[in-house]
């Protein structure tokens, strides 16, 4: 009975979800699961089938996903009809999120790799590809990091902030663990806070938000501490703090490039030249200033020109497949004919959203060019860079911005059922249309609707706002 009320209260249904997909980190701390299982797989400890050890995984993940999507919007409603809001529980539920074992992202594996290749082996890992340090196969952290035969894309501030707190955590990967996962804590609630100011009542949805919770807190990417300092630079940018605010775009930027577009407009938006100048010259200084111990000539910016490995299953992909496989084109040829098409596309939609946000100051327009940054660089559609744009989305009151938030989390739950995998070909092209499918249903439902009164075609949605 109590376990049965307890599921019926919209926190224990998020409680239970973060305390279900909690259980290998609590096995893995009460020394039921060594690292080396956990490093091959979250429940690689109850099958030794690999196949087998695959279909657990993706099950109990999805169990726990389902559960925590279904609980997350009664909970939002029970929390705005409260008087007294209970911020305990809020905090109880962002602990368990955080410490939550990733499920499907190796990235924080990576991360402690990035520290032991500056700490261990003095190498830069701005220009350094793991496979170049001798006998990297016999450590394990090296072979886990992943990136063996390219360098990472990340900016200095990265590297830096990595080498911080790897000298912050000398006992190895658990003291890394455990501080990084309370960096991204922390992120996430500087930014909730911000966007919170940014439009009262909007930092609980996205502090609980599935995709907050699984890709920043459970996951750890280190996008959270970009999204932060992008966010800081745009609600400084707004009380008209230039400097601070140019500081903030230029760490954002340096910590992963995708930024760098959208966060530009910044510079060009106020009128007076002398604000402008307040914004860029602190930008480009920190950005210059930060990459000075790494430099080693153009090759230190080597990471961020290599994004073959990020190819497949994007938009790009079944284009290339289609010239492939209907008009016979030789594969090579029709790889670069898909680069360049899918990045005039993205382009188009970062140019309209950029001039869009320039005329309105709308924060979802700057949601919008920080997503089209982001496919414009990489030519391609992954999961998680709506999560990017998720801060800005949330501060606008358009119903478009309302509508992708929604279509956020169910997004998710197609990127952990089929990727982590290992699907086939056919089924990954399924997976990317099952991408566009709620996103293209949303813009389809506004333009249909009242607010679109059918006035204007769907992609003309993608730059405009309908109140």
């Known amino acids: 009975m109590r376990l049965r009320r307890l599921l019926r209260e919209p926190f224990g249904g998020m409680a239970l979800a973060w305390l279900w997909l909690d259980v290998p980190t609590f096995l893995w701390w009460s020394g039921r699961a060594s690292i080396g299982q956990m490093l091959r797989s979250p429940l690689g400890f109850l099958s030794t089938n690999r196949h087998i050890d695959h279909v657990w995984a993706g099950a109990w993940y999805f169990v726990g996903v389902g559960l925590l999507l279904l609980s997350y919007q009664p909970f939002i409603e029970a929390w705005e009809s409260r008087t007294r809001k209970p911020w305990h529980l809020a905090l109880l539920l962002l602990l368990l999120a ?166 530009g407009w910044l510079v060009v938006w106020p009128e007076a030249w002398k604000s402008r100048v307040k914004v860029a010259i602190p930008a480009l200084a920190v950005g210059v200033l930060s990459l000075v111990p790494f430099w080693h000539g153009l090759a230190t910016l080597a990471g961020t020109l290599d994004a073959t490995h990020l190819f497949l299953r994007s938009p790009a992909f079944i284009i290339q497949g289609t010239l492939v496989h209907l008009l016979h084109m030789p594969r090579v040829m029709s790889r670069h004919w898909a680069i360049v098409a899918t990045t005039l596309l993205f382009f188009c939609i970062y140019v309209a959203t950029s001039l869009r946000f320039w005329r309105t100051q709308d924060p979802i327009y700057m949601g919008d060019a920080l997503l089209a940054a982001a496919l414009i660089f990489m030519s391609w559609l992954q999961f998680w860079y709506l999560g990017w744009a998720l801060p800005f989305y949330l501060t606008s009151a358009h119903a478009r911005a309302q509508t992708m938030v929604r279509y956020l989390a169910y997004l998710e739950i197609v990127r952990v059922v089929g990727w982590p995998f290992g699907l086939p070909v056919i089924l990954q092209i399924a997976q990317v249309f099952l991408i566009w499918t709620p996103v293209g249903w949303g813009l389809w439902k506004l333009w249909r609707g009242a607010e679109g009164r059918g006035r204007y075609r769907p992609w003309q949605l993608l730059g405009r706002g309908n109140r």
């Open 98 to 263: 955080s410490a939550s074992f990733p499920f499907v992202s190796h990235d924080l594996f990576s991360y402690f790799g990035e520290w032991r290749t500056m700490a261990i082996y003095h190498r830069n890992p701005m220009i350094t590809p793991v496979a170049t340090i001798s006998h990297w196969r016999s450590d394990l952290w090296l072979v886990r990091a992943g990136w063996q035969r390219t360098v990472n894309p990340y900016g200095p501030v990265w590297f830096g902030l990595v080498d911080l707190l790897g000298r912050l955590a000398p006992t190895g990967f658990v003291g890394f663990f455990v501080v990084w996962k309370a960096t991204v804590l922390l992120s996430t609630l500087l930014t909730g806070l911000l966007v919170n100011r940014l439009r009262p009542g909007t930092g609980i949805r996205y502090l609980l938000h599935p995709v907050v919770g699984i890709e920043f807190l459970a996951n750890a990417h280190n996008d959270v501490i970009m999204m932060s300092l992008a966010v800081a630079s745009f609600f400084l940018w707004t009380r008209r703090r230039w400097v601070a605010a140019g500081v903030c775009a230029g760490l954002s930027v340096a910590t992963k490039y995708i930024t760098l577009l959208a966060l």
